[in-house]
């Protein structure tokens, strides 16, 4: 049964008129003159050229064969069909025609002449030439006759015919192809035949008895005189003896039953889309599918039919690295001058350039509807298209018109909203597909080239469609990507692999990224001891002096590991000892007695007057603990003794509190030193200086009990000189010269004297003798 007839056309015919004629006065003009190549009345040309065309392919082989010059009847019937040739001739000057590349409509008058001119213009214009008029005026020399064959060229134009038969569907298929093998079969039988005659022709007549048909003998009938024979008589010999000849040594089933194998074998390309195109149009049919719907199905086939070398099964065969090649020498160039993708990386080119498909649309197709969410991303490599916002129910306003290097559906296909517009075919469009799961995939490998894409998205859009994209899901992914790229180069810096840090430094990732603990690859490094890792980041330009949640820097992390070559190569290239509440840090470093911890940090410069929340300094803990050494390291790195805590406590106080007689002996010292420092002014400090006083015995310290005697409590002057003279002086003794400590020891100095010291004033022989 047949079925309704496909339009070849992919458009109104008269469309594109009915658009200059809204296109203003230099379309019109441009377009004055010109033939739409479905114009009606150009069809009808056509078809009065093809019934002239196979006129001419049958008669030229015949002309070539039996005649030496036409009949005055049949040479006006041939001058007649070069005329109308001709007159094609400069018809198709004024034709438009559809590029092959773009599928668009040429109006170019130069590019429809340069076409035509470049193509069978010579062939069309020899064809028309009188070949048997020139014949004859040049003394009918044999060698021009061979030139009529140029006129067989004209056989295309029935070819032609024929393949527009065979893709439409109203006609069967199998017919068609039976009657253009039986017409090629026939066709070359008749010029065979044609060809045949002539040979028997170019003996001269005293010969031609020798001939095919001029020894042929049929009964009683003879041809020895053929060439006086009737025309109709001569010709069916002709072919007869070319189809014996043929049918003879096997030609024609050679040829015919291939042929006839391949008509009842299915499978053909023309076949394949007839019988999808039978298929869509009983679907559209049932289902009552719009006209303009069914129009786009349809254009879409026949694009699919006219442009499959495109698709990816031509290429299926192909191993993987060559359609990877292919792909990028298509694309490569094109994607690297889309603006969404401006500044990416070219790895990160050539993996979108892999993963692009093709797609056409046709004039007037909506590729994109308002308010969908679009979950691909499409650009625009040839052809016009307009974007479109819908207001107001069915009021249609265009917003952009969309060309070469555009992009459409980034902001709805990169950030899960909905389209804001839609986006309609201008003119037929090739465009470049990418699906999100092949986007993602390639932002996996490069993933700093999303922060690049979303900056170029953000580009000239207004605030608040800034703000929707930075809230969006790729901005969310973006993040997500930073902070596990983050992980995977503090895990290569933990475990010292330094060649897989270089690989995703290479492809993008930022070395100041931190962990969900603020932690960056030259802290963990820096904690592990990794030389060769510290330097490679510090050659990055990584931030030196960043602190953790912890407060802690790379700095600190190597002098607490006790790295020290890692915490030179720090401090050489500008770090400092910065640490957030250090005081805190030196009052737990004190009192877990670290004393080599300490040591480090007040090495590379830490305050070591720094406070805790109590305003206690590190000498504070230590003097109250009676940690002498630490005491003693913070007081020669610069301890403050008189710092006060909020309870108005100096580290002196805090060691009186605890007893420690050498440790508040030492801080003593340490502040007449400081007190020294602050002022010049010596009567000052001794005003400064609280009084010590001790008390001081007549006796020695060894003497029975019944021999001791009442004491004196005096001041600690500041010398021992001074402190003789007034216990002498208060206890009336004359033969006292020196003092002793309560365990017998001469006390040489006076600063050697604590508060509340027991002292003794003896002469040098009660010394001796005890």
Not at 140 to 167: D, G, H, M, N, Q
Not at 192 to 220: H, K, N, R, V
Not at 448 to 456: C, S, T, Y
Not at 472 to 483: I, M, P
């Amino acid at each position: 049964m047949l079925g309704p007839r496909f339009d070849l056309c992919f458009s109104d015919p008269d469309a594109s008129w009915r658009a200059a004629a809204h296109g203003g006065a230099s379309a019109d003009l441009r377009r004055r003159f010109l033939i739409h190549p479905d114009n009606w009345w150009y069809t009808v040309w056509k078809h009065f050229i093809l019934i002239w065309a196979v006129y001419s392919s049958f008669f030229t082989p015949m002309e070539f064969g039996f005649f030496r010059g036409l009949p005055e009847e049949i040479f006006l019937l041939d001058i007649a069909g070069q005329l109308a040739f001709l007159v094609d001739i400069i018809v198709r000057f004024f034709v438009a025609y559809r590029d092959t590349h773009s599928y668009c409509m040429v109006y170019n008058r130069n590019q429809i002449a340069m076409r035509y001119l470049k193509s069978r213009f010579l062939v069309d214009f020899l064809s028309c030439l009188p070949w048997d008029y020139i014949y004859k005026a040049t003394g009918r020399k044999e060698p021009v006759r061979y030139l009529l064959w140029i006129r067989l060229s004209r056989a295309c134009r029935v070819t032609e015919f024929f393949e527009r038969l065979e893709k439409d569907i109203r006609i069967n298929y199998l017919f068609t192809r039976i009657v253009k093998l039986l017409v090629v079969e026939l066709y070359c039988t008749h010029t065979a035949a044609c060809i045949f005659y002539y040979l028997a022709t170019t003996l001269p007549p005293s010969e031609e008895g020798y001939t095919w048909i001029g020894s042929l003998q049929m009964g009683d009938y003879s041809y020895s005189d053929f060439r006086h024979i009737n025309l109709w008589k001569r010709y069916v010999t002709s072919l007869y003896f070319a189809i014996v000849t043929m049918a003879t040594v096997g030609k024609i089933l050679a040829y015919l039953l291939p042929k006839f194998v391949a008509l009842i074998v299915k499978g053909s390309k023309t076949e394949r889309f007839r019988d999808k195109m039978t298929d869509i149009i009983k679907y559209m049919n049932k289902n009552n599918l719009d006209k303009q719907i069914s129009k786009a199905i349809k254009g879409h086939l026949r694009l699919q039919y006219d442009r499959s070398y495109t698709e990816a099964a031509v290429l299926q065969d192909i191993p993987a690295s060559i359609r990877t090649k292919i792909s990028v020498n298509l694309y490569e160039q094109f994607i690297q001058k889309v603006s969404l993708f401006k500044g990416c990386s070219m790895g990160f080119i050539k993996q979108i350039a892999i993963r692009v498909h093709e797609e056409f649309f046709l004039p007037g197709e909506v590729i994109m509807e308002q308010e969908n969410v679009a979950d691909q991303l499409y650009l625009v490599c040839h052809g016009e298209l307009d974007e479109i916002r819908t207001e107001d129910g069915d009021k249609e306003e265009i917003t952009n018109h969309l060309q070469n290097y555009c992009s459409f559906g980034e902001v709805s296909f990169l950030c899960n909203i909905p389209q804001p517009s839609m986006i309609r075919a201008r003119e037929f469009c090739k465009v470049l597909r990418l699906d999100k799961h092949s986007f993602t995939e390639a932002l996996k490998i490069y993933f700093a080239d999303g922060q690049v894409i979303l900056n170029n998205l953000l580009e000239g859009k207004d605030s608040s469609l800034k703000l929707k994209l930075l809230e969006s899901d790729f901005s969310l992914t973006l993040e997500k990507q930073k902070t596990e790229m983050a992980m995977r180069m503090n895990c290569a810096a933990y475990d010292g692999d330094l060649h897989l840090l270089r690989r995703l430094i290479g492809s993008g990732a930022d070395p100041n990224k931190t962990d969900y603990d603020g932690r960056s690859p030259l802290h963990i490094s820096a904690s592990k001891g990794y030389v060769d890792i510290a330097y490679f980041l510090i050659g990055q330009g990584v931030m030196i002096n960043f602190s953790d949640k912890f407060g802690n820097t790379p700095l600190l992390e190597a002098i607490k590991n006790g790295h020290e070559e890692v915490a030179s190569l720090l401090v050489d290239a500008g770090a400092t000892l910065s640490i957030d509440h250090a005081g805190n840090f030196l009052c737990m470093t004190v009192a877990k007695k670290e004393l080599e911890l300490l040591k480090r940090v007040l090495a590379y410069g830490i305050n070591p007057n720094a406070r805790n929340y109590d305003q206690r300094t590190p000498l504070h803990i230590a003097a109250s603990e009676g940690l002498f050494k630490m005491a003693e390291l913070l007081v020669e790195a610069g301890a403050s003794v008189l710092s006060k805590d909020r309870w108005g406590n100096t580290p002196l106080d805090e060691a009186h509190m605890g007893g420690n007689k050498n440790m508040i002996r030492m801080l003593e010292v340490a502040k007449i030193s400081q007190l020294g420092e602050l002022s010049h002014n010596t009567q000052e400090i001794r005003d400064e200086i609280p009084k010590k006083k001790c008390t001081v015995f007549p006796f020695h310290p060894w003497d029975h009990k019944a021999d001791r005697r009442e004491g004196v409590v005096l001041w600690v002057p500041k010398s021992m000189e001074e402190l003789v003279k007034a216990a002498k002086e208060h206890l009336k003794s004359s033969s006292g010269s020196c003092i002793l400590s309560e365990h017998g020891g001469k006390v040489l100095d006076a600063d050697m004297i604590s508060n509340d010291d027991k002292l003794f004033l003896v002469s040098e022989a009660q010394n001796e003798n005890a």
